[in-house]
């Protein structure tokens, strides 16, 4: 992801995590003071970082001269915010106040390894696409070698992780916040993460021997060794991993057969 919808989604992360760990220690206001603050520095930093790694996003070019998709796109990103984040809002809006749960820890564990997973994707594809020597070439380094999309993994890790730390807090009808992190998931694997992605490598790669050999190898989202990913059927490829008919529905028939 490039430009605004990156510092959205890593900057509002960051966000909605302290807003969740705060549940737990609202009582001492200090805490919520530093949390907060330590929140406007990290996306200070990495919004004068992401504007000057990424650029312009040139998404927008078109946008810009159709009021009416750019109303449409800013309104979307309005309600995909809303969603997302509706463990927080709940759980900030409730006046209950339990002691220090098992499902915190779990759920800040999730979220530490989520940015962890995402930021080193990010800075290793950005480190890859920066050399000289990946021109031409599809990302396969670090992380991008067990994954054809580690930083989703993260990004979608790190928001069941909020969301399970706010379960402590959660009755009755309020479990229905879990809607968020599963509206998250549905959007990066079927709309606007994962299909459009496979549908760009698989146009500008597919062709090439090593990039089919690479996708057969690599599970589409959860890391896991080539070695391993690359000998499962691909029946349980299909239901368990996410390796869905439609992410390779751009190779020609014999690019399929020779996948």
């Known amino acids: 992801m490039k430009g605004f919808e990156t510092i959205l989604w890593k900057y509002g992360s960051r966000v909605f995590f302290f807003a969740t760990k705060n549940r737990s220690l609202k009582h001492i206001r200090q805490v919520e003071e530093i949390s907060v603050t330590g929140v406007q520095i990290l996306g200070e930093k990495e919004l004068r970082s992401l504007l000057r790694m990424w650029g312009e996003d040139r998404r927008f070019d078109e946008m810009r001269s159709n009021l009416g998709k750019l109303a449409v796109f800013w309104t979307f990103q309005a309600v995909w915010v809303w969603t997302v984040s509706?463990?927080?809002?709940?759980?900030?809006?409730s006046d209950r106040d339990p002691s220090l749960h098992a499902a915190d820890i779990i759920g800040w564990i999730m979220w530490s390894l989520g940015v962890t997973i995402e930021a080193t994707a990010d800075q290793q594809k950005l480190t890859f696409k920066n050399s000289p020597d990946s021109r031409g070439k599809w990302c396969n380094v670090g992380l991008w070698k067990l994954s054809?999309?580690?930083?989703?993994?993260?990004?979608?890790?790190?928001?069941?992780?909020?969301?399970?730390?706010?379960?402590?807090?959660?009755?009755?009808?309020?479990?229905?916040?879990?809607?968020?992190?599963?509206?998250?998931?549905l959007l990066l694997l079927f709309v606007s993460g994962?299909?459009?992605?496979?549908?760009?490598?698989?146009?500008?790669?597919?062709?090439v021997d090593g990039y089919r050999i690479f996708?057969?190898?690599?599970?589409?989202?959860?890391?896991?060794?080539?070695?391993?990913?690359?000998?499962?059927?691909?029946?349980?490829?299909?239901?368990f991993l996410f390796e869905f008919p439609f992410y390779s529905r751009n190779l020609t028939q014999d690019e399929r057969e020779n996948w």
Do not use: C, M, Q
């Open 86 to 93: 509706l463990p927080v809002t709940v759980v900030n809006a």
């Open 148 to 185: 054809r999309h580690p930083n989703y993994f993260g990004e979608i890790f790190l928001w069941w992780g909020i969301f399970v730390a706010s379960t402590p807090v959660l009755e009755g009808t309020e479990w229905l916040v879990i809607i968020g992190p599963i509206f998250l998931t």
């Open 194 to 207: 994962i299909p459009l992605l496979e549908e760009s490598a698989d146009k500008k790669f597919g062709s």
């Open 215 to 239: 996708k057969r190898t690599t599970s589409p989202l959860i890391p896991l060794p080539p070695v391993v990913y690359g000998n499962l059927p691909s029946w349980f490829k299909a239901t």
